[in-house]
């Protein structure tokens, strides 16, 4: 017997703007096909639990499309991982947020809006002027690829000393391609950790959360005036546990 598994095409918040021409990605959209058993024994896997790498499993499992997982930026990834629960479990994501329970549509998520004159396509980097010092420093949004090198070297940092844990540093520094036109990596390190204020560090990163492609992953809670992030727990893909 011949069997065929639908599929769905997702498209991307970046809409493949960041991606440089010839990589199947700067279409603005994959291909994701349903997710089955063979999915659900990822998602059981302790291994892959316990080692981290059971999400990134799942989706390079789920996606179609010929591309290179490490080349997505983290906005489109999260597109992916919205789908890719939608497609195994249905829309209605149900979650606690202070005590009460919430239940949001997943299907109507939508990618943050972007503003395309800020984009030259297959170019990832961009320009930023820091409010304090008024250094210029450009700089790229992160991809998967990118992660992995971080989350390395916070591992390898906790290794050295079990109570370091720069994060936010760390993420900076792979960040920011130059400094007022220096590229050379030493000399942004050392920016980052010796000159960066911090409050040039705080609105460089809401600079980024504000302007980089992603899905708005927020929601109302009763009596609030504005947004909160949407929490993704352990029910978001084991909606059993």
């Known amino acids: 017997m011949e069997f065929k598994l639908p599929t769905e095409t997702i498209e991307l918040p970046s809409k493949g703007l960041i991606y440089p021409e010839g990589n199947p990605l700067a279409s603005g959209e994959i291909e994701m096909k349903y997710m089955t058993a063979k999915e659900e024994d990822i998602l059981t896997n302790q291994a892959y639990?316990?080692?981290?790498?059971?999400i990134?499993?799942?989706?390079r499992s789920l996606v179609i499309s010929k591309i290179n997982f490490d080349d997505l930026i983290?906005?489109?990834?999260?597109?992916?991982m919205i789908a890719a629960r939608v497609l195994g479990y249905g829309?209605?994501?149900t979650f606690t947020y202070?005590?009460?329970?919430?239940?949001?549509?997943?299907s109507e998520i939508e990618p943050k809006p972007l503003?395309?004159?800020?984009?030259?396509?297959?170019?990832?980097?961009?320009?930023?002027?820091?409010?304090?010092?008024?250094a210029n420093i450009e700089f790229k949004i992160l991809t998967h690829a990118d992660e992995k090198k971080i989350t390395q070297e916070l591992q390898a940092h906790k290794k050295l000393n079990s109570e370091s844990s720069p994060e936010s540093s760390t993420r900076l520094k792979h960040m920011i391609v130059s400094v007022d036109g220096n590229t050379d990596q030493k000399s942004i390190r050392e920016f980052v950790d010796n000159y960066m204020l911090a409050k040039d560090a705080r609105a460089f990163r809401e600079y980024v959360k504000e302007f980089q492609p992603d899905v708005d992953l927020t929601f109302f809670p009763e009596r609030s005036e504005s947004r909160v992030d949407i929490p993704i727990g352990l029910s978001f893909f084991w909606p059993d546990a």
């Open 56 to 59: 990134d499993r799942l989706l």
């Open 115 to 134: 503003d395309e004159n800020q984009f030259t396509r297959g170019v990832n980097s961009f320009p930023f002027t820091l409010p304090t010092t008024g």
């Open 49 to 54: 639990i316990q080692n981290g790498t059971v």
């Open 74 to 80: 983290i906005g489109d990834k999260n597109a992916i």
């Open 91 to 93: 829309k209605d994501y």
């Open 98 to 106: 202070q005590g009460k329970p919430y239940t949001v549509d997943l």
